[in-house]
């Protein structure tokens, strides 16, 4: 095995979403290495792997990130049919990995897992260096004293099998396993921003007032002194705006004795400040923390802030800046691609932020688990504020144990993604299928645990399953439920009547709807639907969906009681336990198909309600073979009125009504041509489809 050279790959560190270019002549301060390239791997459980003289010759050669279940998307099965579910490889495997190091005095060496699904054992040079449990997270531990000068050996074993100990225990989606994030070496001096805390960026900023002009900024600065002796230095904080200019500055000096760590807590006075004020105006600072000695930077790290408080009315409305803030938009998985799993590129995670940005959203809710950093970056960037929420999916244990878990994995959550102004709730669970002391003992450790890390945030959880007021369902700031009226019980139009009924019974406790959707194939075409599909059927038509999304919107739309409306779901992802709709392992509710070529008519429904670009589309365009002469055309569109012509006739305008515009029409024999156009500030938008009706086979 060739062994990587740290020095070769060596860059700055990117801490709190931010990078920053340091100038000629500034003091390094952390440095990572990416360990990417030269991993050994093994899907299978070896005694002694993590022996540094272990022979791994016959193991592949992988790059890392990585998962060991790439090809087990396509594997599933339904219950409900008497099928098993799907059945992938979930149980250990081993990494190993030698690398170059050539230690320096007064520095501090960390590993650092962007996650390992779901259980990780760490081994450097044969020492056992740590042991995590829960797969969504980043974790580091400071290896200094186990790294040596010359070759080193890192092992890892990771296992995605179910374990009592920790979350998730079940859940409608794929479990990855695999180093999948980014694996790296980081070098830091020995006084420095703490790396330990919880693998988050050390510095922790937050809008602690906002009022008159002005807001106070709180800085929150985690130091360690890992020398021999007591260390005198002083904390800068500036705050920098998009120009450059730093417009706060504040200057603390300290003396921290040897083997401590230490919180500097910094207040920045910003006048008249820009807001992060959501999709309107996402407006970004930059927040720059150093470590000076004698005057000379030695450390640093950086964040993102964006000027906004959140909040809950009395009316039980989500606020943003004082103000009431609807947040409506679409529930996302982590991101995947077919044959990849999650092994997704920073451009693959951008392409889906913009395919939501430009439907309109103004909120998602990250299901079910702590999602890529990059996300929460785009979120930032394009003002869609988030719920983002631990892996309590549907089971527990009452085992103290997976409570302590679940606790870290909430600390863990909090100090990563914190300082993302993109944040707005933390999610404390979804779908506990079970009452009793032990699920709400573990509810009421997450959500005080949550308040003691953020008291400035609200809380949620997501209900379904047991009563509307179950005792689980009261523990946090606000509760949404995961509703399916018109997919797996009673009809469409009842969420309306059951949201009013539940506000009416609970007119103080905010509430939302967390999850609502219904299967679409785009192989599956019927216009118009003559009966409801089956659930779990194999007949998914999209034309059903559609209905089904105009339906929910006009009902939830109304309500402005309801702090949240989150489609189930913005992309068709993975799961080994569906057997349904076009093909097995797929949940099919998604707006756009898995591989993001195609947006289901329901996607341009919300894009016409929810978006300010114009737009026009025509719906049903791949129900080419029509089986009757009179049909409806239908086009979804946030402009007044659009004219449309059949077969190259004379234009008809037709009004649009509520984002809707429905034209009755009688085929041509053969290959018919739907044209649509409307005009915007003197330029045209157009669209058309071809459909084909034949009165013989």
């Not at 007032?209 to 600065?221: E, K, N, P, T």
Request: aromatic fraction near 10%; hydrophobic fraction near 40%.
């Amino acid at each position: 095995m060739k062994p990587i050279s740290p020095r070769a790959l060596r860059h700055r560190l990117i801490i709190g979403g931010a990078v920053w270019a340091l100038a000629a002549g500034t003091a390094l301060s952390a440095e990572e290495t990416a360990l990417v390239e030269g991993w050994r791997f093994v899907r299978e459980d070896v005694q002694g792997a993590q022996a540094p003289r272990f022979d791994d010759a016959a193991w592949s050669s992988v790059v890392v990130p990585h998962t060991y279940n790439a090809a087990d998307s396509g594997i599933g099965g339904a219950k409900a049919r008497g099928e098993p579910e799907g059945v992938y490889y979930r149980g250990p495997a081993w990494y190993r990995l030698s690398l170059d190091h050539a230690p320096e005095p007064g520095k501090r060496y960390y590993l650092h897992f962007g996650g390992a699904t779901l259980k990780a054992d760490i081994f450097l040079n044969g020492r056992a260096i740590g042991t995590h449990e829960g797969g969504y997270a980043a974790f580091r531990y400071d290896v200094t004293d186990a790294l040596r000068a010359g070759r080193n050996l890192l092992a890892v074993r990771v296992d995605n099998a179910r374990n009592t100990r920790y979350a998730p225990l079940n859940g409608d989606f794929n479990i990855f396993g695999g180093l999948y994030r980014e694996v790296k070496l980081i070098e830091a001096p020995d006084l420095h921003i703490d790396l330990l805390d919880h693998a988050g960026p050390g510095l922790h900023v937050r809008t602690a007032s906002l009022a008159d002009g002005q807001a106070d900024i709180a800085a929150r600065v985690l130091v360690k002194n890992d020398r021999r002796s007591s260390a005198q230095f002083e904390v800068v904080t500036r705050i920098i705006d998009a120009d450059g200019a730093t417009v706060a500055e504040s200057r603390t000096p300290t003396t921290l004795e040897a083997g401590r760590g230490q919180a500097v807590e910094q207040t920045l006075r910003l006048a008249e400040p820009k807001l992060w004020e959501g999709r309107r105006s996402p407006y970004l600072y930059q927040v720059k923390t150093e470590i000076l000695v004698d005057g000379q930077p030695i450390d640093s790290a950086q964040a993102l802030l964006g000027v906004r408080t959140v909040g809950l009315n009395a009316q039980g409305q989500f606020t943003l800046n004082g103000q009431p803030y609807a947040l409506y938009g679409a529930n996302i998985q982590m991101p995947t691609r077919f044959g990849k799993g999650p092994i997704v590129t920073d451009a693959e995670i951008d392409e889906d932020m913009k395919i939501m940005a430009d439907m309109g959203v103004t909120a998602l809710r990250l299901a079910h688990m702590q999602h890529p950093p990059r996300v929460y970056e785009e979120a930032d960037r394009l003002g869609i504020l988030l719920t983002t929420e631990v892996p309590l999916i549907d089971d527990m244990d009452p085992s103290d144990d997976f409570r302590e878990n679940l606790v870290q994995q909430m600390r863990e959550l909090i100090a990563q993604t914190d300082n993302h102004p993109s944040v707005g709730l933390w999610g404390i669970g979804n779908e506990l299928r079970t009452s009793g002391d032990a699920a709400n003992r573990l509810l009421a450790a997450l959500q005080s645990t949550a308040k003691e890390l953020d008291p400035g945030r609200p809380t949620t959880y997501a209900h379904c399953c047991l009563d509307d007021d179950d005792s689980i369902a009261q523990h946090s700031d606000t509760v949404s439920y995961n509703r399916y009226f018109g997919w797996y019980w009673t009809e469409a139009k009842d969420i309306g009547p059951w949201a009013d009924e539940l506000h009416a019974r609970m007119p103080n406790r905010p509430i939302g709807v967390s999850e609502y959707g219904a299967g679409a194939s785009i192989l599956h075409q019927e216009d118009p639907v003559m009966r409801r599909p089956v659930a779990d059927g194999y007949w998914h038509p999209e034309q059903w969906q559609t209905s089904f999304h105009e339906v929910h919107w006009r009902e939830l739309g109304a309500r402005q009681y309801l702090w949240s409306n989150f489609i189930w779901l913005g992309f068709d992802f993975p799961s080994f336990k569906r057997n349904e709709g076009d093909r097995p392992a797929i949940n099919d509710k998604g707006l756009v198909t898995e591989d993001r070529r195609t947006f289901k008519d329901a996607y341009y429904w919300y894009q016409a309600n929810w978006s300010d670009v114009p737009m026009l589309h025509i719906t049903s365009r791949r129900d080419v073979n029509k089986r009757i002469a009179r049909v409806k055309v239908k086009v979804f569109s946030n402009q007044p009125q659009v004219r449309l012509r059949l077969n190259g006739g004379d234009w008809a305008t037709v009004p649009v009504v509520d984002h809707a515009a429905v034209w009755d029409i009688d085929l041509a024999s053969g290959v018919n041509v739907v044209d649509a156009v409307t005009e915007v500030d003197g330029r045209e938008l157009t669209d058309s489809v071809r459909w084909t009706y034949r009165t013989n086979p």
